[in-house]
Nanobody
């Protein structure tokens, strides 16, 4: 069993930055693909970014060049650095883990955190 806990969300003005953290317990994440997803009010949960066990990264088009996903296997953690934030980035952000499946597909992920709120004001 894997437990994931997100932190680092908050309120920030447009153009600002936040760094989200996801701490895992129960098992090492070294063999897992890790992903970040988000869900805005009235919208479906959507893919944001993912990083494979080998360090390959993938990003949703609207966050490319603004967000950076990284992992620290020694700390059993994954991070999402978010720069140049926009009001449309406002959402609950979720950390997720999987050992199989397509990295950008939500149904591929078995383990999920509870989410952390990111609010970007205009």
């Amino acid at each position: 069993q894997v437990q994931l806990v997100e932190s680092g969300g908050g309120l920030v003005q447009a153009g600002g930055s936040l760094r989200l953290s996801c701490a895992a317990s129960g098992r090492t994440l070294s063999s897992y693909t890790m992903g970040w997803f988000r869900q805005a009010p009235g919208k479906e949960r959507e893919f944001v970014a993912a990083i494979s066990w080998g360090g390959n990264t993938y990003y949703e088009d609207t966050v490319k060049d603004r967000f950076t996903i990284s992992r620290d296997n020694a700390k059993n953690s994954v991070y999402l650095q978010m720069n140049s934030l926009k009001p449309e980035d406002t959402a609950v952000y979720y950390c997720a883990a999987t050992q199989v499946g397509i990295m950008t597909v939500i149904s591929s992920y078995r383990y999920w955190g509870q989410g952390t709120q990111v609010t970007v004001s205009s």
